[in-house]
């Protein structure tokens, strides 16, 4: 009996956006469907990555599988697309070069006559102004050069403007900011003077924007008080401002290897706003009474005036620890003394212990890499994590908590963190096991914390690492509070960083509001309502999340282009994923992947498990798992698509 086929159906009309392959075919995905619409390559109809479009769908002749062909194209994602200019192989009668952009499957026509004043491989912002019928390819202007495509200006500046990020101040804003700056600290009635206690400033070498400082001082043989003092940005930045509106604009700063893209002009980020040693500085802090075996004894939050005596880089304070002398020696391994209790509460608690590797890079006078180093925490960088930890705790609880630790109900802005993805911790489980791990999923907490201690210094750690990093939801603002899963803290808030992000301000402005309540000093402050507070998060988390993505996708290309000068040379790795056609390989001196196609491998023909987390050989039937250390040899580099390209050398 023949099977029936299904009626092709010319009727069905939807919209949805579209999905375009490298190789020219599509996917249109629409919600009332399970599976995404597929559009054949000569059935797009001039739609571009990202279009809304209006389609047609129906049957293909099999009865199986859903076609369609786009109709009509009702909103372009984008004209604007920047690309690498490609005037070189161009003859001299054509008309057009062209502009490619990776993102897109067709490349940008500009006419030769308006390209006289760029160069072949210029990166460049172009504009689609018209698509004629009988061209297969889109006809653009030029609008903004950003310079040769690989340079380190060029890259920073064109992924500002793909990520639509602010990178100049107006004029404006500069001079509101040198009106701030030029105004003389008149009223000090209601802060309290800290300039008299031992305060210093613990940061990276390179930078500028202090946003914290720590006091301590011994009151008798058992108790001493400690003092976090953090930028007191809100009072400069009055709200609704030029200046509040542009910082909220870009909720974060930006920090790249060897630049940042700051909140605020660098008038206030780097001079008035940053706690400069031996400077009078505004603060808003959190002083505490605690004993020797780190009880804290009693709490004060307020407004401060504080003059640091020194400015500390976390290398100084490792060496002061190591040797155990030094310039404030006893006020530091006492600090240091107190952060390793601090430590260890958290994770009695139920707190993830997860440090993970940096890779650092130094630039030469052009900004080429020219060497990298692996950097993880030391007990500097733990000592001011945990006091920043304490003191975003101990506000929230603050806020939230009556005297009597029932919940006040205020409106705050939290930092949360959701428990992790279920089905990502089983995927996580089921990839470790292979490599001799095992996860408790009824003791998750635990279980990852005694993972984390097992794979220290194993080749396969840092992809462990991330992998237990994609298994974890990501932390968010909101005025919903659901606690903090990976620190296991009931209530958190950001505080301690006003200088680079936005959220923190909004957590002084309402602390600063409960403070003073009781008092009417603060008329001047409103509470919004929550729906406004709650729309303020999204968009915090919303630009948190944008900063991540540039950032990684610019060190990327500092490793890509750091990687060139080893060409043709050997390295060890470890496997970190497999698709149908490539594998995935952390390269391990560089903590960078690099890719290996599985057509080059000559040995013998890989094919993908049916788990995704293994590749099996059709002759030899050798199996390589995720965490497999292997042997490669770079072969090439791919600047423009930031990609690694591996040859496959080691069969054992």
């Known amino acids: 009996m023949k099977k029936k086929i299904k009626k092709k159906y010319y009727n069905n ?280 075996k780190g009880k804290i004894l009693k709490s004060w939050f307020g407004k401060t005036i504080i003059r640091s005596d020194r400015k500390f880089t976390y290398e100084e304070v490792q060496c002061i620890i190591d040797q155990k002398k030094g310039d404030y020696y006893e006020d530091i391994y006492t600090l240091f003394s107190f952060s390793k209790i601090l430590i260890q509460n958290r994770l009695k608690n139920g707190g993830i212990y997860l440090e993970k590797m940096e890779v650092k890079f130094h630039l030469d006078e052009k900004n080429n890499p020219i060497s990298l180093h692996l950097e993880k925490n030391n007990d500097a960088h733990r000592l001011i994590e945990e006091f920043m930890l304490l003191t975003n705790r101990k506000i929230s609880e603050f806020v939230s908590l009556n005297l009597n630790g029932i919940p006040s109900n205020k409106l705050y802005i939290y930092r949360v963190h959701d428990k992790p993805d279920f089905q990502k911790i089983l995927s996580l489980k089921k990839i470790i096991e292979p490599l001799g791990y095992f996860l408790d999923l009824k003791n998750l907490k635990t279980a990852i914390n005694h993972l984390l201690k097992q794979i220290k210094g194993k080749p396969e750690q840092n992809m462990i690492e991330n992998l237990i990093l994609r298994s974890m939801s990501k932390a968010k603002y909101s005025t919903k509070n659901i606690g903090h899963y990976g620190l296991s803290f009931i209530y958190y808030t950001h505080f301690t960083s006003p200088i680079r992000r936005y959220s923190d301000i909004i957590a002084h402005r309402l602390l600063y509001y409960y403070l003073n309540k009781t008092k009417n000093a603060n008329e001047k402050y409103k509470l919004k309502t929550m729906e406004c507070y709650e729309k303020q998060s999204l968009h915090c988390s919303y630009k948190e999340r944008l900063a991540i993505d540039i950032e990684r996708e610019f060190l990327k290309f500092i490793q890509v282009k750091y990687i060139i000068k080893f060409i043709g040379k050997e390295f060890y790795g470890i496997i970190t994923g497999f698709t149908d056609w490539s594998i995935y390989i952390d390269l391990l001196l560089f903590q960078t992947e690099g890719m290996v196609r599985l057509r080059d491998i000559k040995e013998d023909s890989y094919i993908l498990n049916s788990d995704n987390y293994s590749i099996i050989g059709k002759k030899k039937r050798k199996t390589y798992y995720l965490g497999d250390k292997v042997k490669v040899k770079l072969m090439d580099v791919n600047i423009e698509k930031k990609q690694i390209i591996l040859d496959w050398i080691d069969y054992t």
């Open 13 to 292: 009309l939807s919209t949805g956006f579209i999905t375009i392959t490298n190789y020219g075919y599509a996917f249109v995905h629409i919600k009332k469907l399970q599976k995404d619409i597929f559009i054949p390559k000569n059935k797009t109809h001039k739609a571009l990555e990202g279009d809304l479009v209006k389609i047609r769908f129906y049957y293909n002749r099999k009865g199986v599988k859903m076609e369609g062909e786009v109709l009509k194209i009702i909103k372009r994602k984008t004209k604007q697309f920047i690309g690498i200019l490609k005037k070189s192989n161009i003859k001299l009668d054509d008309q057009y070069g062209i502009v490619h952009n990776n993102n897109i499957h067709v490349d940008i026509l500009v006419s030769m006559k308006k390209l006289e004043k760029y160069h072949h491989n210029d990166k460049v912002l172009v504009q689609i102004i018209s698509w004629p019928k009988k061209l297969r390819n889109p006809l653009g202007k030029i609008i903004k050069v950003f310079g040769s495509s690989g340079e380190y200006k060029t890259e920073i500046y064109s992924l500002l403007e793909e990520y639509k990020i602010s990178y100049n101040f107006s004029k404006k804003i500069e001079n509101e900011a040198k009106k701030i700056f030029s105004e003389q600290i008149t009223d000090l009635r209601f802060r309290r003077d800290m300039r008299n206690v031992n305060t210093f400033t613990i940061d990276p070498l390179n930078a500028k924007d202090f946003d914290d400082a720590l006091s301590i001082r011994k009151l008798n043989t058992d108790i001493w008080e400690i003092g976090v003092h953090i930028s007191d940005v809100s009072h400069y930045i009055k709200e609704g401002s030029l200046l509040d509106q542009e910082a909220y604009s870009r909720a974060t700063s930006i920090y790249f290897v060897g630049k940042v893209v700051p909140m605020f002009p660098k008038i206030l980020s780097n001079n008035l706003c940053s706690l400069q040693p031996k400077k009078d500085k505004l603060s808003f802090s959190y002083i505490f009474n605690i004993n020797s």
